[in-house]
Nanobody
Framework: QLQLVESGGGLVQPGASLRLSCAASGFTLDYYHIGWFRQAPGKEREGISCISSNSIMTRYADSVKGRFTISRDNGKNTVYLRMDRLKPEDRAVYYC?????????????????WGQGTQVTVSS
């Protein structure tokens, strides 16, 4: 069973940085495209970034472009989401997921189960 485990969230002040990790359990991430999603209180889950299996393609939602950076280390079987200049509106539970493709509509190509996510809170 494909299982992804998110970690690295926390409570930070506006303007701070965090790095989230998405670790694979029971399988090798090398051949999978991976996306990051988030769900804020009272809102639907949204896709915010994806990375292709070979790291050639990355995509970002407009709300995080220029502030967030997705990367992967296949040797560590982990995908990362570096979040800089965090804003209060970035507060959400963040999830990673396997994708069929890191294309324009990557948000619709998720497959597999959701993990437990990691909570990010940005507050002064």
């Amino acid at each position: 069973q494909l299982q992804l485990v998110e970690s690295g969230g926390g409570l930070v002040q506006p303007g701070a940085s965090l790095r989230l990790s998405c670790a694979a359990s029971g399988f090798t991430l090398d051949y999978y495209h991976i996306g990051w999603f988030r769900q804020a209180p009272g809102k639907e889950r949204e896709g915010i970034s994806c990375i292709s299996s070979n790291s050639i393609m990355t995509r970002y939602a407009d709300s995080v472009k220029g502030r967030f950076t997705i990367s992967r280390d296949n040797g560590k079987n982990t995908v990362y989401l570096r979040m800089d200049r965090l804003k209060p509106e970035d507060r959400a539970v963040y999830y990673c997921a396997t994708l069929y493709a890191c294309g324009v509509e990557y948000q619709k190509s998720r497959f597999g189960s959701w993990g437990q996510g990691t909570q990010v809170t940005v507050s002064s």
